[in-house]
C-alpha cells in the first residue's frame, strides 16, 4: 500500500487554499483564543496555591535576576532551575507588571497553561482538523493528570496546572514547533520559509524552558522526511534555535559569568537516586509514569496503542510522526532513569511530568488513528456504530475525569490565613518547615506583593521529626500532609497535653497556629 503524505491527506487542504485562507486563520485565532480562555477559567477553578521547592526557587530567582546568588542556598542547590531563562525572564517580567506576589506567579504559570494547550491545540489541528484538535485538547484539560495538583488535598497525582514549574510551557513550545512545521509542509517559497523560522523559534525556546527536550531535536530531519519538506531546508529552523541558544549564552555570560552555565548545570543534574532503582523499573519508566499515578493514565497508553495500530494499517505519514516524537523522548529518557547505570540516574522517568512533551503526540497519533481507522470501515451502519460507541466513551470520561475537582480546597485556607495576619503586630515570628513557609511568603502580602504583616518568618527542614527547640514556643504554622509529602513534625504533640493552645484554625481545618 502506498504511504499517505501529510500534504495530500490534510483534512483541511482544499479549506487552506484561495479565497477560504481568511475565514480559515480567523477560526483558528477565535479557536485558539478559546482554549486559551477555557485553561485560565480551570486553573481559577482549582487554584492551586503558590507551591514550595522548585516553583519557589524559580519565582525568587526572577525576583533576585540578574543578581541571583548561586553560592548560596537555596541556589546552590538547584541552578538547574534558575538557569532555565525560559522561564526565569518571562516570570521576572510579570513580576515587574504585577508585583511580586500571587498575582504574578498565578499569571506566569497560566501563561504556561495556555502555552502547553494551544499548542496542543495547533498540533493536532494542523495534523487532523477542529473536529479533533477541539476534543483532543479538551479531553486533556479535563484529565486528572492537570487537576490534581495540589498537595493538601488527597489525591495529589503531580505538579502541573497552575504551577510554576518548566514542564508545560517547555511541551508547548515544542508541540507549536512542531505545527509549525506541518503547516509550512503545506506551503511554498516565502510563508514556507516564514512558518520554518517561527517553528525553529519556538523549538529552539523550548530548550530555554525545559532542556531535555533538545533528545527530541533528533527526529527533526525524520519530521521533515515524513512532511516532503526538503533536508536543504533544515537551516531554515536551524537558524533560529541556533540564535535562540547564542542569545542564552550571552546572558550567562553576562550574569553568571560563564556562558556554558545552562549546558553544564543540564549535563550534571542527577546522582545517586534516593529510592532504589533497578534496570527493570527503570526500563518500565513510561508504563510507572502513566499508570502508577492514576487509573485514567491508562487512557494514554490506549493512545500508543491506537497510534501504533493505526499506522500499521494505514501507514499515514501523520501517525509516523507522532510515533517518532514519543521515540525520541522515551529512549533516552528511559536510559538515563537508570537502564544504563542504576546507580546513578540523570532524569526520573517514572515522574509523570517528564512525560508532557509526548503527550500533544498521544493525542494526536491516537485520536487521528482512530478517525483514520474508523474511515476504513465500509459499512455504513458499522461505522456509525463505532462512532457513536466512541462518543459514549468520551463522555463517560468526563465526569469520571472531573468528579474529585470539586472537592479541591484550593487556596481558601491560605486566604483566610493572609486575612488574619493582616496589620497584626502581636505575632512578631511564625515558625514552620522549609514547604509551608515557602508558601506563607506569599500569603504575608496582597496578591500584588504588598506587605500585609511584617513579622519574620523562620523554617527549618521539614525532615525534622519533631519541633526544634529554637521553635518549640511557636508561634508555630502546622497543617496535616494530604498529598504525596511526608508528615511534619511526626514526633511533636501539638495540643494542651503537649504545652501548646490553638491560636488559629482555617475553617476547613487545612492549616492551624500553635502556641505555648
Not at 55 to 72: G, H, K, M, S
Not at 157 to 182: E, R, Y
Not at 292 to 313: Q, Y
Not at 355 to 361: D, H, I
Request: net charge positive.
Amino acid at each position: 500500500m502506498a504511504q499517505t503524505t501529510v500534504r495530500e491527506s490534510a483534512t483541511e487542504r482544499s479549506g487552506e487554499e484561495g479565497p477560504r485562507r481568511g475565514p480559515l486563520r480567523r477560526r483558528v485565532v477565535w479557536f485558539s483564543a478559546l482554549v486559551a480562555a477555557v485553561t485560565v477559567a480551570v486553573q481559577w477553578v482549582v487554584m492551586t496555591p503558590p507551591l514550595y521547592y522548585d516553583p519557589y526557587y524559580v519565582f525568587e530567582a526572577a525576583r533576585r535576576w540578574p543578581d541571583i546568588p548561586l553560592d548560596q542556598w537555596p541556589f546552590d542547590q538547584v541552578p538547574h532551575q534558575v538557569n532555565r531563562i525560559g522561564l526565569v525572564l518571562p516570570t521576572r517580567l510579570m513580576q515587574e507588571l504585577l508585583g511580586s506576589g500571587q498575582a504574578a506567579y498565578f499569571a506566569m504559570a497560566a501563561l504556561g497553561g495556555i502555552v502547553f494547550y494551544v499548542g496542543c491545540y495547533l498540533l493536532v489541528r494542523s495534523l487532523f482538523g477542529d473536529r479533533v484538535g477541539l476534543p483532543a485538547t479538551l479531553l486533556l484539560m479535563a484529565h486528572p493528570f492537570f487537576t490534581m495538583t495540589n498537595p493538601f488535598a488527597g489525591q495529589e497525582i503531580t505538579w502541573s496546572m497552575g504551577v510554576l514549574l518548566p514542564d508545560m510551557p517547555g511541551a508547548g513550545l515544542f508541540a507549536l514547533g512542531v505545527a509549525g512545521l506541518v503547516v509550512a509542509s503545506r506551503r511554498t517559497g516565502r510563508r514556507q520559509t516564514v512558518l520554518l523560522v517561527a517553528a525553529g523559534l519556538c523549538l529552539g525556546s523550548a530548550f530555554l524552558v525545559r532542556d531535555f527536550v533538545a533528545f527530541m531535536y533528533l527526529g527533526i530531519p525524520v519530521f521533515f522526511r515524513l512532511l516532503g519538506i526538503s533536508w536543504r531546508r533544515l537551516w531554515v529552523v536551524a537558524a533560529p534555535m541556533l540564535g535562540v541558544l547564542a542569545v542564552s549564552m550571552i546572558h550567562n555570560q553576562l550574569v553568571w559569568g560563564n556562558a556554558m552555565s545552562a549546558i553544564r548545570s543540564a549535563a550534571g543534574h542527577g546522582g545517586e537516586p534516593n529510592e532504589p532503582v533497578t534496570r527493570m523499573l527503570a526500563l518500565r519508566s513510561f508504563e510507572r509514569a502513566m499508570t502508577d499515578w492514576h487509573p485514567l493514565g491508562w487512557v494514554f497508553v490506549a493512545l500508543l496503542a491506537l497510534n501504533v495500530v493505526g499506522w500499521a494499517v494505514t501507514r499515514d505519514r501523520r501517525l509516523a510522526l507522532t510515533l517518532v516524537w514519543f521515540v525520541t523522548l522515551a529512549v533516552p529518557l528511559t536510559l538515563l532513569s537508570g537502564l544504563t547505570d542504576p546507580h546513578h540516574i540523570t532524569l526520573r522517568g517514572w515522574l509523570l511530568r517528564y512525560w508532557f512533551p509526548v503527550l500533544p503526540a498521544f493525542l494526536a497519533g491516537g485520536l487521528g488513528a482512530l478517525v483514520l481507522l474508523l474511515g476504513r470501515v465500509s459499512a455504513v451502519r458499522v461505522r456509525t456504530g463505532l462512532a457513536v460507541a466512541c462518543c459514549a466513551l468520551a463522555g463517560a470520561y468526563l465526569p469520571v475525569a472531573v468528579a474529585q475537582v470539586p472537592d479541591l480546597p484550593r487556596d481558601k485556607a491560605w486566604n483566610e490565613l493572609r486575612a488574619w495576619l493582616d496589620g497584626r503586630d502581636d505575632l512578631p515570628v511564625i515558625w514552620s518547615d522549609y514547604r509551608l513557609a515557602q508558601t506563607l511568603t506569599f500569603y504575608t502580602k496582597d496578591v500584588w506583593g504588598r506587605p500585609q504583616w511584617h513579622g519574620r518568618i523562620r523554617s527549618f527542614p521539614h525532615e525534622y521529626r519533631a519541633i526544634p527547640v529554637i521553635a518549640e514556643n511557636g508561634p508555630f504554622l502546622f497543617t496535616r500532609w494530604r498529598g504525596q509529602e511526608p508528615a511534619m513534625v511526626a514526633n511533636t504533640r501539638l495540643d494542651a497535653e503537649g504545652g501548646y493552645r490553638r491560636l488559629w484554625r482555617s475553617s476547613d481545618g487545612l492549616l492551624e497556629i500553635w502556641a505555648r
